[in-house]
Structures are given as structure tokens and as C-alpha cells.
């Protein structure tokens, strides 16, 4: 609280980010309690990847959530990641019909996601997901919901060298300018709010 003044004038607030801060439930819903008693904005970066009931009672302790939302293909999210997608895409579904702001995180990683299909496929599942906010919440001022592009990077590359653990992503090569301006395309003609960051 003593950068309070900082938050004032930049209307920021705390995020919450990991790895997954759900895995930490108790710490991450102390912390979101503390924050929003202070008056801060919060917000949850967030695969979503826990039981529903375990995520309504941080529903008034957050005010933005980041989804992770990597592919829509259940049979692939479960080969790139170990677990299946089907919780994931039922609590954004859920998350929706609240009057939660959101913004969903697509990392678009070389060889997994870096095409047009997958990206078609993700951006076609936010726009049923703003048409069923739409349906539930007829205020024009209700909270938005978009998608983030966030391009491949090896910065993690340095931090997995450090705990001696291999980076399976070490000869991926970041994804070209050309290539994420044309998946933003994509994903624009599905009538949602997206950006690259």
C-alpha cells in the first residue's frame, strides 16, 4: 500500500499471475481479500483449471480476469498441456454469464496454435462467449470481453537453465510480425475485441 498513489493516478491495481495462482488457493484468495478490503483493483491471471465452486467465492474479491486459453481442440490441448481443455472452456462459459470483465490470454506458440484454424477456433468460441454476456446482461456499460494474442518468446528459456530443467521450446523460433498480423486478421473477422500485446 505505500505505492497507493501510484495506483491512483494510473487506475492499476494488483494481478495475480503464476504459473497458476489457483494451485496457492488460500494464499491467492487471502491476498484478493486483503487487496480489495485496501480498495484495489484486482485482477487473476488464470487457467481457470479448478472446480467452479472453488472459483465463485473469489467472484467478488476480482475484477478482471485473464484467461489462458490455448487451443479448442480438446485431443491436442491435452497433448500440449497433459490435461483436457473441458474444464477450462465450461468455467469461461460459467465466467460469461457474470458481469466479470475478462480477457483472454492465447499464448500462439510455433507448431501448436500458430494457425489459422486454431486461432479461427478460439476467437469463434470469445464471440459465443460475448453473445452469451449479451444475452444475459442488455447494459451497454456491462464489462467487456477480448482476446490477447501474446506472441512466443524463449525468456523462459534462461530460468528453466537455472533450475536444470530441460525447455522443450528452446528451437522454437519466434513467430514473425507477418504472420501474427495475419492471425489477428483471423480472428478479427469474428467480430470480437482482439489486439496483439
Known amino acids: 500500500m505505500r505505492d497507493e498513489a501510484f495506483y491512483e493516478t494510473s487506475h ?5 499471475s503464476g504459473g497458476e495462482p489457483l494451485l496457492q488457493y488460500d494464499f491467492t484468495s487471502r491476498l484478493l481479500e486483503l487487496s480489495k478490503a485496501s480498495g ?11 472446480k467452479w465452486n472453488e472459483i465463485v467465492p ?17 485431443v491436442q490441448h491435452r497433448a500440449v498441456t497433459g490435461v483436457s481443455n473441458r474444464r477450462i472452456l465450461s468455467n469461461a462459459r460459467k ?36 453473445q452469451l454476456r449479451e444475452g444475459k446482461l442488455p447494459s451497454a456499460s456491462d464489462p467487456d470481453i477480448s482476446l490477447e494474442l501474446l ?3 524463449r525468456l523462459a528459456g534462461g530460468k ?11 528451437d522454437f523460433a519466434p513467430v514473425s510480425q507477418e504472420k501474427l498480423a495475419a492471425l489477428l ?13
Open 40 to 50: 484495489l483493483h484486482t485482477a487473476l491471471e488464470t487457467t481457470l483449471y479448478r
Open 58 to 74: 473469489l467472484l467478488p474479491l476480482v475484477d478482471l480476469f485473464l484467461v489462458d486459453l490455448k487451443l479448442m481442440d480438446a
Open 151 to 153: 506472441p512466443f518468446h
Open 185 to 197: 486478421q483471423t480472428a478479427v473477422q469474428y467480430g470480437i475485441a482482439v489486439k496483439i500485446r
Open 12 to 16: 492499476g491495481g494488483i494481478t495475480i
Open 95 to 130: 465466467l460469461a454469464g457474470t458481469d466479470k470483465s475478462i480477457i483472454f490470454h492465447t499464448p500462439v506458440i510455433p507448431n501448436v496454435n500458430d494457425n489459422p484454424a486454431a486461432i479461427a477456433a478460439i476467437a469463434q468460441f470469445v464471440h459465443e462467449l460475448v
Open 160 to 170: 528453466y537453465e537455472s533450475l536444470g530443467l530441460n525447455y522443450k521450446a528452446r
